[in-house]
């Protein structure tokens, strides 16, 4: 079977359908890539594109996507309420079968240099990332567009590809490559959030718990229930059953039981490997045995 | 996503590698048609192919593996271990994905149609069976080829297509459609086959279990263990972890843990979805969710 990537760009733009349409036919006109979804949000001014297929055909996609949205986007004229810092805001590239992170980052980097070439600053970040500082969006991002320009000047801000020098109209690109998240959200039968609190510190890993779980309590107001609400940010490293048992295993000692619980938007296949594995005890079983796989050419 | 349909023909050939060729490139050449496997016994003289696509293009493959077999093969020349009665002598096709047993039904008799036009007789049998005595292969298939000539001539077994006549080099042809099949087994902690044997019953219908399962113990003597190996013959309405649950019960009666399970060969994806939905308690998971299944055309 061949490799599989997804790329999730957001650009600045959630209010012209005209140019998030535009944009669009840029991923659609690509063979070997299937867009999966795309959606506006006119608050945060801002499209997000989910696409997906071989390596070279997504970075492909990508590139077009980037000609577009330089094309079409006015930094310069741009308002909204989510954090942004370019027209091409983000593309992170995330490894979805048959493919490691090591080449996620080098389709990353590749599309680095070409949105650099075109005279747009680029950051790397994530499994890309050139510096630890550099790792997470938000550090930087922090200043979003109305910084940048002075932000550039700073030795510690020098661009990993394209201009140190400020570009009006498109503002910086972040790029890198993720691996895939898994939105898992655990309901608990009571109305008491301080357990959902306190069960959310136990697994996360700021405050101890596992390296790759994010988590917080939240209450259900509507069913009567709190939720820990979580993302998985490798599912291979700290697999769905693993924090599953332990939420339930730090519950029961509030006689607290798990109500139900959700998987939230898309799921890779990898992830659902290890349920498997874990619950029905099939120490061999591999994905290779699924019969819908071989026709994915 | 399109409808998925398997199909997996036995021929009365394991020994001439050419004609298994032959036959192999019959379904090869179709477009819309994946060949997942095929493999030959030379004891049972006997090969079993297996693919699958869009059903018109399954059923396209099926028809030209039929005319090639029943071309290449003498049955009045056959000599094998394994029951059978005729050149071709099983179609089952199986419905994967988005197709209901009554398409796959459908498909199954446009095929004995198709067959019966050939001059050979038609059995259907399982899901496309015309009365209850012929839901069984091997109620069907007794006596094999060699009874044939006196059983046509019996009004209980006229066939379902093609004429009550015996064709003395093709045989006759079973085909219908079935549910897809998952081979299950489970390994206990202990060398007792009783204790298999006694969880075997309780779960198989035959003996009063789940209407769904086929099951009996085995020895592991390599291992030290024994095994409730079962066929889950319809995962929708028996599923997987239901199963092992009474299996996991009735074994803790004995005070015997389970070591492991296996899940043998092809899985289809709809066997594991409610493997994450019961035990990650996802009520509302579906495998439209699944990143992967997108890429299927």
Redesign the interface.
């Known amino acids: 079977m061949s490799k599989?990537l997804?790329c999730e760009p957001n650009i600045s733009e959630g209010r012209d359908r005209g140019i998030v349409e535009q944009v669009a036919d840029q991923v659609r006109g690509v063979p070997g890539v299937?867009l999966?979804d795309y959606s506006s949000d006119p608050d945060h001014n801002r499209s997000v594109f989910t696409y997906?297929?071989v390596p070279e055909a997504v970075l492909k996609a990508t590139q077009r996507l980037a000609v577009k949205t330089f094309e079409l986007i006015d930094m310069a004229a741009h308002h909204g309420t989510h954090p942004r810092q370019g027209a091409l805001d983000v593309a992170p590239f995330i490894p979805?079968?048959n493919i490691s992170a090591a080449e996620a980052v080098a389709i990353a980097r590749r599309f680095g240099r070409f949105v650099g070439e075109m005279g747009v600053p680029v950051y790397y970040y994530e499994d890309a990332a050139t510096r630890p500082e550099r790792k997470s969006l938000p550090d930087i991002r922090k200043g979003e567009y109305e910084a940048l320009a002075a932000k550039l000047a700073e030795p510690a801000w020098v661009p990993d590809e394209g201009p140190a020098t400020f570009n009006r109209k498109s503002g910086a690109t972040v790029t890198g490559a993720r691996f895939?998240l898994v939105a898992f959200n655990?309901n608990l039968r009571t109305t008491d959030l301080s357990i959902a609190d306190r069960i959310a510190r136990a697994v996360r890993y700021i405050s101890g718990g596992y390296r790759y779980v994010r988590a917080l309590g939240l209450p259900l107001d509507d069913k009567g229930m709190v939720q820990v609400s979580m993302n998985l940010i490798n599912y291979a490293k700290t697999p769905?059953?693993r924090v599953?048992e332990t939420v339930r295993s730090e519950a029961a000692r509030y006689g607290v039981a798990?109500?139900?619980?959700?998987?939230v938007?898309?799921?890779?296949?990898g992830a659902?490997e290890e349920?498997?594995r874990f619950?029905?005890?099939?120490?061999?079983?591999s994905l290779e045995?699924?019969?819908?796989?071989?026709?994915?050419e």
């Open positions: 599989i997804l299937k999966l997906l297929g979805v079968r895939p655990i769905i059953p599953l798990i109500a139900g619980a959700e998987l938007g898309p799921v890779p296949l659902l349920v498997a619950y029905l005890q099939v120490h061999d079983f045995q699924v019969i819908e796989l071989a026709l994915i």
